[in-house]
């Protein structure tokens, strides 16, 4: 199911030639596989996958996001000095398996934390982030403990015959005595009652979005500090659902009232300083329910901004 980068997907505006301080990312971008990444950088790996999404009643369209967002990225200036960034391919889900597509991303993500270098992920629907926890569990070892941050309005904790795009975070937890899980940007017209009490049960903290303002974010960054003092690696997922409809059309769940992309920038930014972070994955972009590629262009815009600001 893993298939090798490819270059056409990065082109853009060309302001110089050998000044590497006007260059932008696909003047920058290098292409490996993801067995030969050299430690320190970062690897943008693609999950083409949007069956969780249709097993859950969804419409198709996500598994096409990773290469808009590529696009997307293409043409940002390039602020991260000398620091290398690949793009290391994608995996796809072939035959409807998404159990297969999610352990075979697992295990290329394990083989990126084994090389030294930071696992960027582009969804997928959100069951994008199974395969992720996969590979740092894999990584880490059974005995670790893995903290799991979620910005999005949804818990994603449903109980299904099947794994789709809202069990993932259930299957953790309940799979995983060794991991814990703060979602940020909770929406209560967004979950069923069950789904509060669910979370309880499970352990899960939460913050809802109504209390996430640029004003008011200290103490939800003292809770982010908390949560990550008591794992030894975290893993960072943001579904772009979470963010309001106005400058997020293209999503599955279009949400009103939404996260401003301002403070989602501001969450990312104190998340990933955090040394314990290891990785970032980004899902729920569907380029054909998008408005002149408004959604693709932010999730762009918050790759890069992640990535310059990560630790």
Same mark, same amino acid.
């Given at each position: ?44 790996? &693609?999950? =083409?996958?949007?069956? #969780? ?10 598994? *096409? %996001?990773?290469?808009? !967002? ?54 997928? &629907?959100? =069951?994008?982030?199974? #395969? ?10 059974? *005995? %670790?403990?893995?903290? !799991? ?163």
């Amino acid at each position: 199911m893993y298939k090798l980068p490819k270059k056409h997907f990065w082109h853009g505006r060309v302001d110089s030639e050998t000044d590497r301080d006007s260059f932008r990312f696909h003047q920058t971008i290098e292409f490996m596989d993801t067995t030969e990444v050299p430690g320190g950088a970062f690897s943008l790996i &693609g999950f =083409e996958c949007d069956e #969780g999404v249709q097993r859950n009643g969804g419409q198709a369209g996500a598994a *096409d %996001a990773p290469n808009e !967002i590529r696009r997307q990225l293409a043409d940002l200036p390039y602020h991260l000095g000398d620091r290398q960034t690949f793009d290391v391919g994608s995996v796809m889900c072939k035959n409807n398996d998404l159990e297969k597509a999610q352990r075979e991303l697992g295990d290329h993500v394990n083989l990126l934390f084994a090389s030294g270098s930071f696992p960027i992920i582009l969804g997928g &629907g959100h =069951e994008t982030a199974y #395969g992720h926890y996969l590979g740092l569990r894999r990584f880490a070892g059974p *005995d %670790a403990k893995i903290g !799991i941050i979620n910005i999005d309005a949804h818990f994603d904790l449903r109980q299904a015959d099947r794994p789709n795009s809202e069990t993932m975070f259930r299957q953790i937890l309940e799979q995983d005595s060794q991991s814990g899980y703060l979602v940020l940007g909770i929406q209560p017209l967004g979950n069923t009652k069950t789904l509060f009490n669910q979370a309880e049960k499970l352990g899960a903290s939460y913050v809802l979005a109504e209390a996430l303002t640029l004003l008011e974010l200290q103490n939800t960054q003292k809770l982010i500090d908390a949560f990550c003092e008591d794992y030894d690696h975290v893993m960072v997922t943001l579904c772009m659902d979470s963010i309001t409809s106005l400058y997020a059309p293209g999503v599955l769940s279009p949400s009103p009232f939404g996260l401003d992309p301002a403070v989602v920038r501001r969450l990312l930014w104190h998340i990933v300083s955090n040394e314990k972070v290891r990785s970032f994955d980004l899902s729920e972009v569907v380029p054909n329910l998008d408005d002149n590629g408004k959604t693709a262009k932010l999730a762009a815009y918050l790759v890069a901004e992640v990535m310059a600001a990560f630790h």
